[in-house]
T-cell receptor
Framework: GAGVSQTPSNKVTEKGKYVELRCDPI?????LYWYRQSLGQGPEFLIY????????DSGLPNDRFFAVRPEGSVSTLKIQRTERGDSAVYLC??????????????FGEGSRLTVL | DAKTTQPTSMDCAEGRAANLPCNHS???????VYWYRQIHSQGPQYIIH???NNETNEMASLIITEDRKSSTLILPHATLRDTAVYYC??????????FGKGTLLTVNP
């Protein structure tokens, strides 16, 4: 389909390992967001890209988390030295353009990360 | 962004209208009200948004009070597939949505 695609859908890793999560936004969408969602909570903002640049990374919890979007399309969320507290569903969303407000965000199904 | 208050859970009978309230008493003039929903194990889905006027689309209606301190999302004929967590969000000009815990709407047969 033409929706936001996230891979892998499930990832199990061991504490201390490095993890990459990928997001393919809807074609032509310039804005891309990463959120993470813990059990029983609403999605928590991590980072927002407009084009290739991170316009707002204020939600990244610490320097173990990093995200890139080198060509303004696909984005990768990178987590170093994973901890058990990083276990969550990581959601990606994209939107068509930056207007006076967020507009409609299209979310992917998420990548469920489990750190053992 | 303004904080929102929503009931933790609500029930609705299938075929009846579901009215989901949201309080946002600290909303400022340029902040929009957004509604998203999240069906179990799926990503959130946009429903509707508005600034001042009431809005309607194929999914729902959004009623915003004149003072803008509260709003109601109306699903006119709820179905079992509408069972989900519904999030009311107030978003300003910082281009990010801050989700709370939302309202779990359960539509009963």
């Amino acid at each position: 389909g033409a929706g936001v695609s996230q891979t892998p859908s499930n990832k199990v890793t061991e504490k201390g390992k490095y993890v990459e999560l990928r997001c393919d936004p809807i074609s032509g969408h310039t804005a891309l967001y990463w959120y993470r969602q813990s059990l029983g909570q609403g999605p928590e903002f991590l980072i927002y890209f407009q084009g290739t640049g991170a316009a707002d990374d204020s939600g990244l919890p610490n320097d173990r988390f990093f995200a890139v979007r080198p060509e303004g399309s696909v984005s990768t969320l990178k987590i170093q030295r994973t901890e058990r507290g990083d276990s969550a569903v990581y959601l990606c969303a994209s939107s068509l353009t930056r207007t006076i407000n967020t507009g409609e965000l299209f979310f992917g199904e998420g990548s469920r990360l489990t750190v053992l | 962004d303004a904080k929102t208050t929503q009931p933790t859970s609500m029930d609705c009978a299938e075929g009846r209208a579901a009215n989901l309230p949201c309080n946002h008493s600290t909303i400022s003039g340029n902040e929009y009200v957004y509604w998203y929903r999240q069906i179990h194990s799926q990503g959130p889905q946009y429903i509707i948004h508005g600034l001042k006027n009431n809005e309607t689309n194929e999914m729902a209606s959004l009623i915003i009070t004149e003072d803008r301190k509260s709003s109601t999302l109306i699903l006119p004929h709820a179905t079992l597939r509408d069972t989900a967590v519904y999030y009311c969000i107030v978003e300003g000009s910082n281009y990010k949505l801050t989700f709370g815990k939302g309202t779990l709407l359960t539509v009963n047969p």
